[in-house]
């Protein structure tokens, strides 16, 4: 079984200084169609205007990713941590208990691009947490965030896996999960997965199901998740 959600079919904000698209309900934007896969509840696809962003605001239970596709984000926090994350690197912020902080647009003149995504821990009441790095692209599919933190990624409070997947001009490759439950976001590019043409903001969820890709021309880069079947939540 496979879930489509093409780009243009995301919800939608403006409000001047940032531009967001969402994959599911978010904010203002509700559809019981798309409330998220397993414990992946949000991303937000964010354009923010040279020097705006988000004023100090709170978030409790939720791991937060932030993947910056171009510009840079400065970042703050009510636990001391203060850091420019600029294109390619990622950072994994765990709520726990609450935490407030802010995100701006770095610079004064050029926007900023990035994804923000949302699991769901898998236990409520964590100590708040903070993590950054640069993650080179060592194969085809190369880990993020994961509950081990293998093969340097970044750590997940959940028994889940983020991957970049990067596939040059006609290359293929077959994706697999866990559990069966995986979903794959077009970052850019072009790819056919199982007869079905993506490109940039697309995204394809799989129940049961391998993802066989082969790239488009001009190649492609994509984020896979790796997800539980049933998400648990304890505490």
Do not use: C
Not at 108 to 118: A, G, M, S
């Amino acid at each position: 079984m496979l879930y489509l959600r093409h780009a243009e079919e995301r919800g939608k904000a403006d409000f001047g200084w940032l531009d967001s698209r969402h994959t599911f309900s978010f904010g203002h934007y509700y559809d019981p169609k798309h409330m998220g896969i397993s414990a992946l509840r949000v991303i937000n696809d964010d354009t923010v205007a040279p020097g705006a962003g988000f004023g100090t605001h709170g978030h409790r239970d939720m791991e937060i990713i932030s993947y910056v596709l171009s510009g840079a984000i400065a970042h703050k926090d009510s636990m001391g941590n203060e850091f420019v994350l600029p294109a390619g690197e990622v950072q994994r912020m765990t709520a726990g208990t609450g935490i407030t902080h802010s995100e701006y647009n770095h610079s004064k003149t050029e926007p900023l691009k990035f994804l923000q995504i949302w699991v769901i821990p898998n236990q409520r009441n964590l100590e708040p947490g903070y993590e950054q790095k640069a993650i080179p692209q060592s194969a085809k599919l190369t880990p993020l965030v994961t509950a081990d933190g293998r093969d340097g990624s970044l750590t997940l409070h959940q028994d889940a896996s983020l991957y970049r997947l990067q596939l040059k001009a006609g290359e293929s490759e077959t994706l697999t999960t866990t559990e069966g439950i995986g979903y794959l976001h077009i970052i850019d590019g072009a790819v056919e997965a199982n007869e079905q043409m993506l490109s940039d903001g697309d995204g394809l969820g799989t129940l049961d199901e391998p993802l066989r890709l082969r790239a488009g021309e001009g190649g492609v880069t994509a984020l896979w998740f790796d997800l539980p079947r049933k998400p648990e939540q304890r505490g």
